[in-house]
């Protein structure tokens, strides 16, 4: 039993770690409990071993008083051996306080007999078994003084050697001790109503024997916890760095994207400020590559972009930088060249490796445009843009060649500015549409919702590109009128449908940047539902993650808001931005959609890959939100996304972007009363 008590007491210590929290000190207290009353124990037990020709009996009022010396003591001793200070001092003080104890909670425990006449004691003996235990108990000390150290070896052997000194120094004060005690020929118990020696210590020992059990279980189980939770400690940081680089990287190819690229020109600019060196930035297109994706299919078209990729990267020195930042478009920074002749040689080597490139049967090529700092600019996104006019104009010119920007090239602005006055007069007028891109129940693929999309039908042009349009209404100022536009259809289209006795679901609204910081964004919102007569639940929000993690302070207010107002928010293309999984403690969302760039390869991925995806809902799941998966397009995508338990999809597979009548269709009627 002194062995057992002493093991448990210095397991559950060994707990503790630093002591910077009340854990440790609960830890304490419960080995404290354990070394106490197995000392106190094995006494009383031992007692069981002792005869006399009368019967023994135990005053409870002393017994009692032996147990909180006991405990005080190990309390004491446990204390000094775990504290951080001189190594002496501590085991010496801790070896002092265990036998001080352990000698006192004895003779308390033989002063509960009340033996009349009174016991005597042999000083030479009682000196000797004090010696011994002080030394066992400095050992014992002295061997589990480093047990609470995370790193430290041996530490079983430790805790055992320990237990058995200890186990030793208790054993020792009680039969030296018991050596030492002299009873005059007819001593008897005084106290008529004192406890039966076998009861009491029957019901001591086994009482004692379940508290130590259930203390040295609960001490494993608590180890075994927290191993388990260090595993999943690091499963989740191998998740969250895996976000990081997919925040920074194309899912694809693996090449930086627009952001890595952005953030490497900005350095480079600020060398060139320092050092007066220029570099090239270089856009390139693929030409036709829309026409063989679609005629060879999307794998085949991700088969070639990452050779492409791969092409791009070996032809370019260690120095430079190629980014892939479009569905077949990729920036390339040339770090050491700042001259058109050189900036030239490199662009027409790109060319000549993209070119090389056969698929059965098909030939690829490609237009580059490129542009020099500081002469065509001194700006991450001049340079670019500059580029990029370069890259259209070399396709004008006939594909498959190189441009160098020139101040002409700036027929694309001419064209944005007059789209500007077409833009302004659609939006105040009804040349802008809503598409709904429904969303679904997994399991059930019931419709839950829809994503509203907004499309601009030109009357010459056909149907202009959002992403034409919403970049010319961000330029031109026009992109605040332009969401209230939205706001305003999506408004009129739920009352319609609600008119005609339709069960509507939550369609929601994406949001920029400009409209996170307009003071008058709540007026708008609230505007709509009075005008519509709606429930705040009918219309939801979507801000993308990279814009709620950049606009923090905005974005936290903005959702505050909403939240106030009764309407949810949903985080878009999870995975893209620069957060960890931190963020989603801090803003007051209720949805997470997860970027298709996540889904897109499902469930092929590789595992520690498909592993992000499982840990982002099961994350999810823990802080209470709904996850929503982009861009399913294959029933192996839904049915991976079912067994790791995604509540909502949205994509191709089971429905395109559809006009409001067409999406009216997929709702059933709203039930009465």
Request: glycine letters at 8%.
């Amino acid at each position: 039993m002194a062995t057992l008590a002493s093991y448990t007491a210095f397991d559950v210590v060994s707990r503790m770690g630093a002591r910077r929290s009340w854990r440790a000190y609960g830890w304490l207290l419960a080995g404290s409990l354990a070394l106490g009353t197995g000392v106190w124990a094995s006494h009383f037990v031992a007692m069981i071993a002792f005869e006399l020709p009368v019967d023994l009996g135990y005053d409870l009022a002393t017994i009692v008083s032996a147990w909180v010396i006991a405990v005080l003591a190990s309390a004491i001793a446990l204390n000094a051996s775990t504290r951080v200070g001189h190594p002496l001092r501590r085991v010496l003080a801790g070896g002092a306080t265990l036998t001080l104890g352990i000698t006192s909670m004895h003779y308390a425990g033989m002063h509960a007999m009340h033996v009349e006449p009174g016991i005597e004691y042999d000083s030479v003996l009682i000196i000797a078994s004090v010696a011994v235990s002080f030394v066992a108990s400095v050992i014992a000390v002295y061997s589990v003084s480093f047990v609470r150290e995370p790193r430290v070896r041996g530490g079983f052997a430790r805790k055992i050697v320990a237990s058995l000194m200890l186990a030793l120094s208790i054993s020792t004060v009680h039969y030296v001790g018991m050596a030492a005690a002299r009873f005059v020929q007819g001593s008897a118990v005084a106290n008529a109503a004192a406890l039966d020696s076998m009861l009491l210590a029957t019901l001591v020992g086994a009482s004692t024997l379940v508290f130590l059990g259930i203390a040295l279980v609960v001490s494993i189980q608590d180890r075994r916890v927290e191993s388990e939770t260090a595993k999943l400690v690091a499963s989740l940081s191998q998740a969250n760095a895996e976000l990081l680089h997919r925040s920074r990287h194309d899912p694809l190819t693996g090449l930086p994207n627009r952001s890595s690229v952005n953030e490497r020109i900005d350095k480079r600019l600020e060398s060139w400020k320092t050092q007066g060196t220029g570099f090239a930035v270089a856009y390139v297109d693929i030409d036709g590559f829309k026409a063989i994706n679609d005629h060879l299919g999307h794998r085949a078209g991700d088969a070639l972009l990452n050779r492409i990729a791969q092409l791009l990267t070996e032809a370019l020195g260690e120095q430079d930088m190629v980014a892939r930042i479009g569905g077949d478009e990729f920036v390339v920074l040339m770090d050491a060249v700042d001259d058109s002749q050189t900036a030239r040689s490199v662009c027409e080597r790109i060319l000549s490796a993209i070119a090389a490139v056969e698929y059965q049967g098909i030939e690829l090529a490609a237009s580059v445009g490129y542009a020099l700092c500081p002469n065509d600019g001194a700006d991450a996104e001049i340079l670019i843009a500059a580029a990029d006019m370069a890259m259209y104009r070399a396709k004008l010119a006939g594909k498959n060649r190189v441009e160098r920007y020139r101040e002409d090239m700036g027929a694309r602005m001419s064209d944005d500015f007059a789209l500007q006055g077409e833009l302004r007069e659609a939006i105040r007028g009804d040349g802008l549409a809503v598409y709904f891109q429904p969303r679904f129940d997994t399991r059930e693929r019931t419709l839950m919702g829809a994503e509203a999309l907004v499309r601009w039908p030109h009357a010459v042009r056909g149907f202009i590109s959002p992403e034409r349009f919403i970049g010319i209404a961000e330029r031109c100022g026009l992109i605040t009128e332009l969401e209230v536009r939205v706001l305003d259809l999506v408004g009129g289209h739920i009352r319609g449908w609600l008119d005609a006795g339709l069960s509507v679901p939550p369609i929601s609204v994406n949001l920029s940047a400009v409209r996170l910081r307009d003071e008058a964004l709540s007026d708008h919102v609230q505007a709509c539902l009075d005008k519509y007569e709606l429930d705040p639940a009918c219309i939801s929000f979507e801000i993308t993650e990279s814009l709620a993690v950049r606009e923090i302070v905005q974005a936290r207010s903005a959702m505050g808001m909403f939240k106030h107002m009764g309407i949810e928010v949903a985080l878009d293309d999870f995975g893209t931005g620069y957060s960890s999984l931190f963020y989603l403690k801090q803003l007051p969302i209720q949805q997470i959609k997860i970027d298709r760039g996540f889904i897109a390869d499902l469930p092929s991925l590789r595992e520690s890959r498909a592993e992000v995806v499982d840990w982002i809902i099961r994350l999810s799941h823990e802080l209470g939100l709904r996850v929503v998966a982009e861009g399913v397009e294959t029933e192996s995508q839904l049915c991976y996304l079912q067994r790791v338990g995604c509540d909502e999809v949205q994509g191709f597979l089971l429905s395109r972007p559809l006009p409001a009548s067409a999406f009216g269709q997929l709702m059933t009627p709203a039930r009465v009363g």
